[in-house]
């Protein structure tokens, strides 16, 4: 990945930041140009909080040449609690303990990096919330 | 808007075809179907190639494949929308006949996935790079996102979709360009290698080689071709939706197969019912079954007992994927919706040996890119 791309993307990977639409009230992760809902161009920022539910999960065993080492693992899509989703690793876990709307946080963490020189790309995982 | 017919069709045998080039390959399919069609005249043409550029380094698929067709300097325009390039190029080329600016008009779609490119990643490419490919995930991956919330949903079991492999396999053995075909059991199916948990090896439809092309002329055309009983697309729709899985409100409901197949039911004007035989994107086990539900074949989350009951097998109410499907047939990404046009035109003339549908009239093909944001479909009529 090259560096003009990483560092667009930082608020989103290392912060979680989404937008809300002034008008209608749907939250945007990541945020647009135009609601897809409404039209509108008006939002305000916001935080996701970081903690959210697992919709549906797979584990990966056959994994793009950039993941081989990490297979076999667990990818999710997760509903955040401010409504919106997303996909994401679902870590320190084993695939047995998951669950259908299993609690979950998230964790700031290394997704990939690719070659010798190359940016070590950062972001969230999520982690299963235990009692 | 006038009316389109199929006059040629044609396609490559699906396979690992390494003594073939990409340029080759279209060419084959290209040639087979101007054949068919008894024509020498070719006033356009559009190219469906998912990813030229991943799979082999070549762009700038239009110019080429029309040079290398003899066919320059016709206007030649590559069309992309990741597996659903081909159905795509079956549109534009309708359009381009429906709307009078052309009387015959080749739509083809070609892929060459064995020359050593790193095929995962380039599938990839399909998906949200940024918010979905960047967590690792593949894109087996991400139908099996679909298949355990399907299963969570509606009890949809592993047998099930075990079930939908071995069919299509079964109409795989009747197929001379299938790239897989015998017979395979549900018992081998579940015993396959993992590759996405709940989806393994023989869910998933192969990496292949090959192209399709169709020729589509004007009714006043057609009409003085004597090769062919005449078929007429009675309906070209296409819808988009969201690109990540994750955005959709369904993640188990391809709403834009939904919306693409309503839009084509109207212009048809028809109901599924009357549907005679069938092509669907079964590039997984569960995308079929997801598939069928959105066409309105059955409610959502019956389909699978459709598929169990034997309803989907040829000589069943509702056969589906004749040909073999993505999964026996093979998945050439971009030529996949073209070939599908061919198998229902072969279906509708009577021509489609020992796979026939008895009194095959109507016939819907519906092939989507990525996890269904992009959906085309068509609706042929067959006037013997």
Known sequence: MKSPQYTREIPQRYRLEAQKCKQCGKIHFPPRLICDACQSRDFEDVHLAGKGRVLTWTVIHVAPAKFDLEAPYVIAIVEMEEGVRLTCQVVDCNPEELALNAPVEMVFRRIQEDGQADIIQYGHKAVLQRE | ?384
């Open chain 2, 1 to 384: 808007m006038r009316d389109v017919y199929v006059l040629g069709i044609g396609m490559t045998r699906f396979g690992e075809l390494w003594a073939s080039s990409f340029r080759d390959l279209f060419v084959e399919a290209a040639l087979e179907a101007i054949g068919d069609a008894e024509t020498d005249r070719l006033d356009s043409m559009y190219i469906g190639c998912m990813s030229g550029g991943l799979f082999v380094g070549q762009e700038h698929i239009g110019a080429l494949m029309a040079d290398y067709l003899g066919r320059a300097p016709i206007p030649a325009t590559r069309v992309e929308s990741a597996c659903a390039s081909g159905g795509a190029a079956v549109r534009l080329a309708y359009l381009e006949v429906a709307s009078g600016a052309s009387e015959i008009v080749l739509a083809s779609g070609v892929e060459k996935m064995t020359d050593g490119a790193d095929v995962t990643a380039a599938l990839a490419t399909a998906a949200d790079q940024e918010y979905e490919v960047y967590h690792g995930v593949t894109f087996p991956g991400l139908y099996a996102l679909m298949a355990r919330a399907h299963m969570f949903k509606y009890g949809t079991t592993r047998e099930q979709l075990a079930q939908v492999a071995v069919k299509n396999h079964y109409h795989g053995t009747m197929n001379p360009n299938a790239q897989y075909p015998f017979e395979i059991t549900v018992e081998q199916v579940l015993a396959s290698s993992m590759v996405a948990d709940p989806l393994r090896l023989l869910d998933c439809s192969p990496v292949t080689d090959g192209a399709a092309a169709v020729i589509l002329a004007s009714e006043e055309i057609a009409k003085k071709a004597q090769a062919h009983p005449l078929v007429r697309i009675a309906a070209s729709a296409q819808a988009s939706g969201a690109l990540a899985l994750h955005d959709r409100d369904d993640i188990t409901y391809l709403d834009t197969v939904a919306k693409a197949s309503q839009l084509a039911y109207q212009q048809a004007r028809i109901t599924p019912e009357k549907v005679d035989v069938t092509e669907v994107h079964d590039c997984f086990t569960i995308a079929e079954l997801c598939v069928m539900e959105a066409l309105d074949y059955t409610e959502p989350g019956k389909a699978a007992n459709l598929v169990e009951a034997g309803e989907t097998r040829i000589g069943g109410r509702m056969p589906i994927n004749t040909s073999g499907g993505l999964k026996a047939k093979g998945h050439p990404v971009g030529a996949s919706g073209v070939a599908q046009i061919a198998e229902i035109t072969a279906q509708l003339r009577g021509e489609a040996g020992d796979r026939q549908v008895a009194e095959a009239r109507i016939g819907l093909a519906q092939n989507m890119g990525g996890t269904g944001a992009s959906c085309t479909v068509h609706i042929l009529e067959g006037l013997a």
